[in-house]
């Protein structure tokens, strides 16, 4: 029998094209589409309950195959380059057509109405339409859930359109290849096809509130993690993947705001999501039991594989991809805001994991170099994980998310740099790298140490600290911190040859130098002054 005895919304669904004969499947719970799922074949449960798949082809988004419609819109204000490539506007109503021609020849559909942004003020609304079911069943997880009697007189701002069985033509679809991602600003609708990795939903929306929360509301949209203390203060963590962003703001001690998209108003910090998609590659209790006890009935777990002969996970195989992952609403989470919205920022958080043991295990930023590093948005590679990488690989991701932001990377650092001044905002750095030497040589901070580092910031235990810069890349650095040894704050003292590390910390910032060429016409001479100094 049914869980569901909400009215579908047939006939503005029909003026899109679709097929009267198509059964549209409307609003389903979570328990209705797994058992769907695994019904038809394409999903089984775990020794937990939760509901596992596989995506397919694609186990992780395509950023070269993500494309935004030029036109009148977007023309001048997005910032075309290797994540945002134009599309023409007669190659997206072809490939429209085509996916909604698609979906109409199926037997059925599911379709969800949900939206983004937990603050009211922002609320966009968004209508999901899905060949499969575990695909609404991530999109019920991950955005926010409107209460039945608000879905009587629901009306979608945006749509997606996501059908992972239907390929493109690129030889006349104007496509990179088969699968793609194609957002129209002027139509308000996103297109998914030829891939069945979820995160591409996720992103699409992500990408879009990254061009009309700063264009057009005066809103930082930000990739971040985000927490709050008893006393309102909230801290925020920018980092890319393997920096320790989740583990670093998985705080008992703090309530979670979100762990991925936010944004910033004149007085709050938002959530943009319902849910968490976390990775669970090497996942264990013991390190992250909140993600680990929320993988249970209407979870969604992505390209695992099981111990053989049993639905136990075995979190440590990466068989399939090392991307596995975990879709869960965020009241899966013992601590979570409800609702998901917090006051202003009092900490910022830039970590990164510098393989290469040259960046300070924690430091204070100027404005300036906040805009600077937020532009940058370091991280390295470690050595030996990729064939021919003998030494640490530097990687930039601009803003900490550079595949989805439409606008100019310089144009978010311009509003960070401004609500820091605004709200007196402390911007710490922090390395949860090496120390003592690069990779292979020096030694992994200890996590204890790093959260004993950021609890003593958000504190205040280390506003009166004295300081000392850092004489490449001018950040201050604290003397002492409470519960860290004092000899590994300076990095330079950690090294047994200073030479050495002297020579290291000039590459690195030749690297930074090199990597920002791309972004100086579009920032201040604050930003830009606070380059690195060789």
């Known amino acids: 029998m049914s869980l569901t005895t909400l009215s579908i919304p047939t006939e503005k669904l029909l003026q899109l094209g679709l097929s009267e004969a198509t059964n549209i499947h409307y609003q389903l719970h979570p328990e209705e589409l797994t058992e769907q799922t695994i019904l038809r074949g394409q999903g089984v449960l775990n020794d937990t309950g939760a509901l596992c798949i596989r995506t397919g082809e694609f186990t992780g988004r395509s950023p070269q195959d993500k494309f935004i419609v030029k036109d009148r819109i977007t023309e001048k204000t997005v910032h075309w380059n290797n994540f945002n490539i134009p599309i023409e506007e007669k190659y997206?109503?072809?490939?429209?057509?085509?996916?909604?021609?698609?979906?109409?020849?199926?037997?059925?559909?599911?379709?969800?109405?949900?939206?983004?942004?937990?603050s009211n003020e922002y609320r966009t609304?968004?209508?999901?339409?899905?060949?499969?079911?575990?695909?609404?069943?991530?999109?019920?997880?991950?955005?926010?859930?409107?209460?039945?009697?608000?879905?009587?007189?629901?009306?979608?701002?945006?749509?997606?359109?996501?059908?992972?069985?239907?390929?493109?033509?690129?030889?006349v679809d104007g496509t990179r290849q088969h699968n793609f991602a194609i957002v129209s600003f002027t139509e308000k609708t996103i297109i998914i096809g030829g891939t069945g990795y979820t995160g591409e939903i996720k992103k699409g929306i992500f990408t879009i509130l990254n061009y009309i929360l700063p264009h057009d509301k005066n809103v930082l949209s930000m990739h971040c993690s985000a927490n709050m203390g008893d006393e309102g203060d909230v801290a925020v963590f920018f980092g890319l993947s393997g920096t320790g962003k989740t583990t670093l703001s998985a705080d008992p001690n703090r309530k979670l705001i979100g762990d991925d998209e936010h944004g910033w108003t004149?007085?709050?910090?938002?959530?943009?999501?319902?849910?968490?998609?976390?990775?669970?590659?090497?996942?264990?209790?013991?390190?992250?039991?909140?993600?680990?006890?929320?993988?249970?009935?209407?979870?969604?777990?992505?390209?695992?594989?099981?111990?053989?002969?049993?639905?136990?996970?075995?979190?440590?195989?990466?068989?399939?991809?090392?991307?596995?992952?975990?879709?869960?609403?965020?009241?899966?989470?013992?601590?979570?805001?409800?609702?998901?919205?917090?006051?202003?920022?009092?900490?910022?958080?830039?970590?990164?994991?510098?393989?290469?043991?040259?960046?300070?295990?924690?430091?204070?930023?100027?404005?300036?170099?906040?805009?600077?590093?937020?532009?940058?948005?370091?991280?390295?590679?470690?050595?030996?994980?990729?064939?021919?990488?003998?030494?640490?690989?530097?990687?930039?991701?601009?803003?900490?998310?550079a595949p989805f932001l439409p606008l100019h990377p310089g144009q978010y650092a311009e509003m960070l740099g401004k609500k820091m001044k605004e709200n007196k905002v402390n911007v710490w750095m922090v390395n949860t790298g090496w120390s003592g030497g690069p990779y292979g040589i020096g030694k992994r901070m200890k996590l204890s140490y790093t959260r004993a580092m950021i609890t003593a910031a958000l504190n205040g235990e280390l506003d009166n600290m004295e300081f000392e810069a850092h004489p490449v890349f001018g950040v201050m650095i604290?003397?002492?911190?409470?519960?860290?040894?004092?000899?590994?704050?300076?990095?330079?003292?950690?090294?047994?040859d200073r030479t050495a590390y002297d020579a290291t910390a000039k590459k690195l910032a030749e690297q930074f130098i090199k990597n920002f060429e791309k972004y100086e016409n579009g920032v201040s001479e604050e930003i830009l002054a606070a380059a690195p100094k060789i």
């Open 92 to 118: 997206y109503q072809q490939l429209k057509k085509k996916v909604i021609a698609y979906l109409g020849s199926k037997e059925e559909i599911w379709v969800r109405d949900a939206y983004a942004c937990a």
């Open 125 to 171: 609304n968004i209508r999901v339409i899905n060949e499969n079911a575990w695909s609404n069943l991530f999109a019920y997880n991950m955005f926010l859930r409107p209460h039945d009697e608000e879905l009587d007189n629901f009306e979608p701002e945006w749509t997606i359109i996501q059908a992972p069985g239907f390929k493109a033509d690129p030889s």
């Open 266 to 401: 004149a007085d709050a910090v938002f959530n943009f999501e319902g849910g968490c998609y976390a990775k669970t590659i090497d996942l264990s209790e013991e390190k992250e039991p909140e993600i680990f006890h929320a993988i249970r009935p209407g979870a969604l777990v992505e390209n695992i594989t099981f111990f053989e002969g049993t639905n136990k996970i075995d979190f440590s195989s990466s068989a399939i991809t090392e991307n596995t992952r975990v879709s869960y609403p965020l009241d899966f989470i013992s601590n979570a805001m409800e609702p998901s919205v917090g006051g202003l920022p009092k900490n910022i958080f830039f970590l990164t994991c510098d393989a290469s043991g040259v960046l300070p295990p924690i430091s204070r930023l100027t404005p300036g170099q906040a805009m600077y590093q937020f532009i940058s948005g370091y991280t390295a590679k470690v050595a030996g994980t990729e064939a021919g990488v003998t030494e640490p690989k530097s990687t930039f991701s601009a803003c900490f998310g």
């Open 478 to 496: 604290p003397k002492r911190c409470p519960m860290v040894p004092v000899n590994i704050l300076n990095p330079r003292y950690t090294w047994a």
